[in-house]
């Protein structure tokens, strides 16, 4: 499985295990670490908290962390929370994430972007499928919040008996910001698509 990682960075949660080469060297309080390793079975919450500014650090030491992610298998993403998820994404194979952090500076980058292979949009008490998507960190210490672009449906069968293919479209959008589309094939008025998914669609959270 490999080494064992849980810890929480600017309020996303990553428990999971990890292969590859990571190496640590120091100099009086200063310590880099530098690292290429494979994530895999890890499950990585985007709690909403990482809309709050972290907690200053008093460390003794300093570190300047240099690493580059690959997604393995088994790697899954939740948003706000794994228990009551409005999402939740399985990573495709092969996706890269490079975190660099100075401690010293309190600055940080996380750059990358991650393609789904399926996972599940839970919204106003219906679940769609995602068939594609993409989340795209593009975050440092003062702006974070990831993008999303996700293609979902769900099937359902309208008052006639006939099928509908309920689209769920969001298209670039940043999660503090989680307004998708919805269509439908055939299309449908915006009066039929509320009686379709139910009247809480029509307010609230979801």
Avoid at 13 to 35: F, L, Q
Avoid at 193 to 198: A, I, N, R, T, V
Wanted: net charge negative; charged share 25%.
């Amino acid at each position: 499985k490999g080494t064992r990682i849980t810890e929480t960075f600017y309020g996303i949660d990553v428990d999971g295990y990890a292969n590859g080469h990571i190496s640590v060297s120091g100099s009086n309080r200063t310590y880099w670490v530098e690292g290429d390793v494979v994530v895999n079975n890890c499950i990585i919450n985007m709690s909403k908290d990482f809309y709050d500014e972290p907690e200053e650090s008093d460390d003794f030491y300093e570190f300047i962390v240099d690493m580059k992610l690959q997604s393995g298998t088994g790697v899954e993403f939740f948003w706000p929370t794994q228990k009551f998820p409005v999402l939740r994404a399985y990573a495709d194979r092969n996706q890269i994430v490079t975190i660099n952090f100075d401690s010293s500076t309190e600055t940080f980058n996380i750059d990358g972007n991650v393609d789904f292979k399926g996972g599940d949009i839970f919204y106003f008490s219906n679940n769609f499928f995602i068939r594609n998507g993409q989340l795209f960190f593009h975050e440092n210490q003062d702006k974070f919040d990831p993008r999303i672009t996700v293609n979902a449906e769900m099937r359902t069968i309208n008052r006639n008996n006939e099928k509908v293919r309920v689209l769920f479209i969001l298209d670039n959008s940043p999660l503090s910001n989680f307004q998708p589309r919805i269509e439908s094939v055939p299309a449908l008025t915006q009066a039929e698509l509320y009686e379709l998914l139910g009247d809480t669609i029509m307010g609230g959270d979801p």
